[in-house]
Protein backbone atom coordinates (compact mmCIF):
# COMPACT_ATOMS: atom_id res chain seq x y z
CA UNK A 1 0.00 0.00 0.00
CA UNK A 2 1.08 3.60 -0.97
CA UNK A 3 2.04 5.95 2.26
CA UNK A 4 2.25 9.52 2.00
CA UNK A 5 4.05 11.40 5.02
CA UNK A 6 4.38 15.24 5.81
CA UNK A 7 6.84 15.42 8.81
CA UNK A 8 6.33 19.04 9.71
CA UNK A 9 2.87 19.70 11.35
CA UNK A 10 3.51 23.36 11.69
CA UNK A 11 5.68 25.65 9.60
CA UNK A 12 5.32 29.59 9.88
CA UNK A 13 6.96 31.99 7.72
CA UNK A 14 7.23 36.05 7.59
CA UNK A 15 4.68 37.41 4.87
CA UNK A 16 6.67 38.18 1.48
CA UNK A 17 9.43 35.42 1.97
CA UNK A 18 9.45 31.86 0.67
CA UNK A 19 8.37 28.80 2.46
CA UNK A 20 9.22 25.03 1.55
CA UNK A 21 6.85 22.53 2.77
CA UNK A 22 8.32 18.98 2.68
CA UNK A 23 7.04 15.44 1.47
CA UNK A 24 7.77 11.97 1.25
CA UNK A 25 5.64 9.09 0.06
CA UNK A 26 6.15 5.33 -0.29
CA UNK A 27 5.14 3.00 -3.44
CA UNK A 28 6.45 0.42 -5.68
CA UNK A 29 4.50 1.77 -8.67
CA UNK A 30 6.34 3.24 -11.87
CA UNK A 31 3.40 5.53 -12.34
CA UNK A 32 1.68 8.08 -10.60
CA UNK A 33 0.13 11.64 -9.65
CA UNK A 34 1.21 13.88 -6.88
CA UNK A 35 -0.48 16.74 -5.41
CA UNK A 36 -0.73 19.80 -2.72
CA UNK A 37 -4.04 20.86 -1.78
CA UNK A 38 -4.70 23.46 0.26
CA UNK A 39 -7.42 23.68 3.00
CA UNK A 40 -8.53 27.04 4.47
CA UNK A 41 -10.39 27.25 7.54
CA UNK A 42 -13.65 27.06 5.26
CA UNK A 43 -12.74 23.77 4.69
CA UNK A 44 -12.91 23.98 1.08
CA UNK A 45 -10.31 21.42 -0.42
CA UNK A 46 -8.32 23.24 -3.31
CA UNK A 47 -6.10 21.70 -5.68
CA UNK A 48 -2.66 23.83 -5.57
CA UNK A 49 -0.70 22.09 -7.92
CA UNK A 50 -0.04 18.64 -9.10
CA UNK A 51 2.74 16.47 -11.03
CA UNK A 52 2.87 13.41 -13.18
CA UNK A 53 5.16 11.24 -11.97
CA UNK A 54 6.54 10.30 -16.03
CA UNK A 55 7.57 14.19 -16.45
CA UNK A 56 10.97 15.17 -15.03
CA UNK A 57 10.09 18.80 -15.43
CA UNK A 58 8.77 20.86 -11.56
CA UNK A 59 5.16 21.72 -12.22
CA UNK A 60 4.71 25.59 -11.49
CA UNK A 61 1.50 27.36 -10.92
CA UNK A 62 2.51 31.54 -10.39
CA UNK A 63 3.84 31.49 -6.68
CA UNK A 64 3.60 27.62 -5.94
CA UNK A 65 6.34 25.58 -7.46
CA UNK A 66 7.47 21.79 -6.64
CA UNK A 67 11.02 19.68 -6.13
CA UNK A 68 9.89 16.54 -7.43
CA UNK A 69 12.72 13.53 -6.86
CA UNK A 70 11.19 10.57 -8.13
CA UNK A 71 14.33 8.46 -6.47
CA UNK A 72 14.15 9.68 -3.42
CA UNK A 73 10.08 9.87 -3.39
CA UNK A 74 10.80 13.47 -2.52
CA UNK A 75 7.63 16.17 -3.47
CA UNK A 76 8.30 19.56 -1.40
CA UNK A 77 6.04 22.72 -1.75
CA UNK A 78 7.87 25.59 -1.96
CA UNK A 79 5.32 29.17 -2.33
CA UNK A 80 7.36 31.96 -2.98
CA UNK A 81 6.37 35.54 -2.14
CA UNK A 82 4.17 34.58 0.73
CA UNK A 83 0.94 35.86 1.46
CA UNK A 84 -1.70 36.39 3.99
CA UNK A 85 -4.22 34.51 2.05
CA UNK A 86 -1.92 31.39 2.05
CA UNK A 87 -2.50 30.59 5.37
CA UNK A 88 -3.72 27.09 5.82
CA UNK A 89 -3.59 23.53 5.92
CA UNK A 90 -1.63 22.09 2.79
CA UNK A 91 -2.17 18.39 2.20
CA UNK A 92 0.39 15.93 0.36
CA UNK A 93 -1.57 13.54 -1.94
CA UNK A 94 -1.11 10.09 -4.13
CA UNK A 95 -2.66 8.91 -6.74
CA UNK A 96 -1.95 6.01 -8.50
CA UNK A 97 -2.02 6.19 -12.41
CA UNK A 98 -3.06 2.43 -13.07
CA UNK A 99 -6.40 2.85 -11.52
CA UNK A 100 -9.23 4.44 -12.75
CA UNK A 101 -10.55 5.66 -10.03
CA UNK A 102 -9.35 8.93 -8.71
CA UNK A 103 -8.49 7.07 -5.46
CA UNK A 104 -6.53 9.85 -3.12
CA UNK A 105 -3.82 8.85 -0.24
CA UNK A 106 -3.44 11.77 2.15
CA UNK A 107 -0.33 13.15 4.26
CA UNK A 108 -1.07 14.34 7.47
CA UNK A 109 -1.17 17.53 6.60
CA UNK A 110 1.57 21.24 7.41
CA UNK A 111 -0.24 23.96 9.17
CA UNK A 112 1.01 26.98 7.62
CA UNK A 113 1.30 30.53 9.08
CA UNK A 114 1.91 33.69 7.58
CA UNK A 115 3.27 36.16 10.17
CA UNK A 116 2.58 39.97 8.75
CA UNK B 1 -21.98 25.58 -11.55
CA UNK B 2 -22.87 24.29 -8.28
CA UNK B 3 -19.75 21.23 -8.52
CA UNK B 4 -20.36 19.20 -5.17
CA UNK B 5 -22.89 19.68 -2.52
CA UNK B 6 -22.66 18.12 0.83
CA UNK B 7 -25.77 18.57 3.25
CA UNK B 8 -26.16 18.97 6.36
CA UNK B 9 -22.59 21.29 7.32
CA UNK B 10 -22.92 20.49 10.73
CA UNK B 11 -24.71 17.73 12.89
CA UNK B 12 -24.69 16.51 16.56
CA UNK B 13 -25.83 12.72 16.80
CA UNK B 14 -25.85 10.60 20.15
CA UNK B 15 -24.57 7.34 20.95
CA UNK B 16 -26.80 4.93 18.74
CA UNK B 17 -28.40 7.03 16.64
CA UNK B 18 -28.73 7.02 13.50
CA UNK B 19 -28.15 9.41 9.85
CA UNK B 20 -27.68 10.22 6.29
CA UNK B 21 -25.18 12.67 4.82
CA UNK B 22 -26.29 13.57 1.51
CA UNK B 23 -23.76 14.09 -1.38
CA UNK B 24 -25.24 15.55 -4.84
CA UNK B 25 -22.70 16.89 -8.07
CA UNK B 26 -23.87 18.02 -10.84
CA UNK B 27 -20.97 17.81 -13.38
CA UNK B 28 -21.68 14.49 -14.56
CA UNK B 29 -18.82 12.66 -12.96
CA UNK B 30 -19.16 8.36 -12.77
CA UNK B 31 -16.64 8.37 -10.24
CA UNK B 32 -17.55 9.59 -6.36
CA UNK B 33 -16.31 9.06 -3.03
CA UNK B 34 -16.34 9.82 0.67
CA UNK B 35 -13.31 10.72 2.93
CA UNK B 36 -13.25 11.12 6.37
CA UNK B 37 -10.66 13.77 8.26
CA UNK B 38 -10.03 13.41 11.79
CA UNK B 39 -8.60 15.89 14.04
CA UNK B 40 -5.09 17.38 12.79
CA UNK B 41 -4.80 14.35 10.11
CA UNK B 42 -5.12 14.11 6.44
CA UNK B 43 -8.59 12.34 4.83
CA UNK B 44 -9.26 8.86 4.33
CA UNK B 45 -10.89 7.37 2.05
CA UNK B 46 -14.41 5.74 3.03
CA UNK B 47 -16.07 4.11 -0.12
CA UNK B 48 -16.19 4.67 -3.53
CA UNK B 49 -18.37 4.41 -6.27
CA UNK B 50 -17.09 4.30 -10.28
CA UNK B 51 -20.68 4.48 -11.65
CA UNK B 52 -24.50 4.09 -10.63
CA UNK B 53 -25.31 0.74 -8.87
CA UNK B 54 -21.33 0.29 -8.48
CA UNK B 55 -19.57 0.92 -4.78
CA UNK B 56 -16.20 -0.27 -3.07
CA UNK B 57 -14.92 -0.35 0.10
CA UNK B 58 -11.93 2.13 0.56
CA UNK B 59 -9.22 2.33 3.66
CA UNK B 60 -11.70 2.63 6.79
CA UNK B 61 -15.36 1.17 5.45
CA UNK B 62 -16.42 -0.08 8.88
CA UNK B 63 -19.59 1.41 10.36
CA UNK B 64 -20.63 2.96 7.32
CA UNK B 65 -22.98 2.21 4.22
CA UNK B 66 -23.16 4.01 0.94
CA UNK B 67 -25.86 3.29 -2.11
CA UNK B 68 -25.33 4.89 -5.61
CA UNK B 69 -29.21 4.87 -7.38
CA UNK B 70 -28.30 7.65 -9.67
CA UNK B 71 -25.09 9.26 -11.45
CA UNK B 72 -25.83 12.87 -8.65
CA UNK B 73 -26.27 11.02 -6.01
CA UNK B 74 -24.04 9.28 -3.18
CA UNK B 75 -25.39 9.15 0.36
CA UNK B 76 -23.63 7.88 3.27
CA UNK B 77 -25.37 6.08 6.01
CA UNK B 78 -24.05 6.06 9.42
CA UNK B 79 -26.61 3.06 11.33
CA UNK B 80 -24.85 2.93 14.91
CA UNK B 81 -23.20 6.59 15.98
CA UNK B 82 -20.68 6.13 17.74
CA UNK B 83 -17.57 8.73 18.64
CA UNK B 84 -15.09 7.41 16.83
CA UNK B 85 -17.34 8.49 14.11
CA UNK B 86 -16.54 11.77 14.97
CA UNK B 87 -14.73 13.47 12.15
CA UNK B 88 -15.21 15.94 9.37
CA UNK B 89 -16.29 13.64 6.12
CA UNK B 90 -15.88 15.18 2.60
CA UNK B 91 -17.36 14.06 -0.76
CA UNK B 92 -15.76 14.25 -3.96
CA UNK B 93 -15.90 13.71 -7.32
CA UNK B 94 -14.24 13.36 -10.50
CA UNK B 95 -13.87 11.73 -14.17
CA UNK B 96 -12.06 8.69 -14.40
CA UNK B 97 -8.27 9.48 -14.12
CA UNK B 98 -6.70 9.95 -17.43
CA UNK B 99 -3.78 11.96 -17.84
CA UNK B 100 -6.29 14.80 -18.91
CA UNK B 101 -8.77 14.63 -15.92
CA UNK B 102 -7.04 14.11 -13.02
CA UNK B 103 -8.53 16.18 -10.44
CA UNK B 104 -11.49 14.95 -8.08
CA UNK B 105 -13.52 18.44 -6.78
CA UNK B 106 -14.30 18.22 -3.16
CA UNK B 107 -17.82 19.67 -1.19
CA UNK B 108 -17.35 21.54 1.50
CA UNK B 109 -17.47 18.97 4.15
CA UNK B 110 -19.89 17.99 6.72
CA UNK B 111 -18.74 18.50 10.56
CA UNK B 112 -19.67 15.38 12.45
CA UNK B 113 -19.85 15.06 16.53
CA UNK B 114 -21.25 11.99 18.02
CA UNK B 115 -22.05 13.01 21.50
Known amino acids: AQTVTQSQPEMSVQEAETVTLSCTYD???????LFWYKQPPSRQMILVIRQEAYKQQNATENRFSVNFQKAAKSFSLKISDSQLGDAAMYFC?????????????FGQGTRLTINP | NAGVTQTPKFRILKIGQSMTLQCTQDMNHNYMYWYRQDPGMGLKLIYYSVGAGITDKGEVPNGYNVSRSTTEDFPLRLELAAPSQTSVYFC??????????????FGQGTRLTVV
Open chain 1, 93 to 105: AYRSAFQRAQKLV
Open chain 1, 27 to 33: TSESDYY
Open chain 2, 92 to 105: ASSLPGNRKNTEAF
